[in-house]
């Protein structure tokens, strides 16, 4: 059987507070792309932290960093 016959449509969730989105989580995601078909980003609100960056402002920094990726929401 053919590998690329068992890819249907594979959709990975990564959660994180990424405050802020740092290098490493884009090489994740980045290198996740190889494996899936979309990837979702997640951003956790911890109340019991005191963030840097607002949840907006993170939520902007992750969309800009993928602005080029329709493959990650």
Known sequence: MNKSNLK???HAL???SF???TVGHVDIV???LAVFDHITIAVARNIK???TFSFDERV???RETFSDEPRIE
């Open 19 to 21: 405050d802020p989105i």
């Open 30 to 32: 980045r290198r996740g």
């Open 60 to 62: 902007s920094m992750i």
């Open 14 to 16: 990564y959660p994180g």
């Open 49 to 51: 932290k005191s963030p």
């Open 8 to 10: 249907s449509n594979q």
